[in-house]
Nanobody, 122 residues
Framework: VQLQASGGGKVQVGGSLRLSCAAS????????INWFRQAPGKEREFVAN????????HYSDSAKGRFTISRDNRKNMVYLQMNSLKPEDTAVYYC????????????????WGIGTQVTVSS
């Protein structure tokens, strides 16, 4: 599975962005897809997870209530809708695929995409 994140940009506090993760490969529907982010000087951290058919989602505490993850298997796409953005959301966002679907650690991911920068300014 090959992944490519896009949709990042600069936004003001309180604004919204929708990130997209485009996947290629026939096995896409076998994988859960996760979003991670990495701020300068910090470790990469889990943001959100969606299972293989979009029926189950998990979020970090910082993302709950503000971010929504979804997927469209017909288009091989995963989305991260981010609302009420804060300066602490500034980071490079990555999508990653994981076969078992129930693991959320960086080291458990099977495939990573190239990230997209999100900058939230006050």
């Amino acid at each position: 599975v090959q992944l490519q994140a896009s949709g990042g940009g600069k936004v003001q506090v309180g604004g919204s962005l929708r990130l997209s993760c485009a996947a290629s490969g026939r096995a896409f529907t076998s994988y859960a897809i996760n979003w991670f982010r990495q701020a300068p000087g910090k470790e990469r951290e889990f943001v959100a997870n969606v299972d293989w058919n979009g029926g189950d989602q998990h979020y970090s505490d910082s993302a709950k209530g503000r971010f929504t993850i979804s997927r469209d298997n017909r288009k091989n796409m995963v989305y991260l809708q981010m609302n009420s953005l804060k300066p602490e959301d500034t980071a490079v966002y990555y999508c990653a695929a994981e076969l078992l679907g129930d693991r959320y650690n960086v080291g458990d991911m099977d495939y990573w995409g190239i990230g997209t920068q999100v900058t939230v300014s006050s």
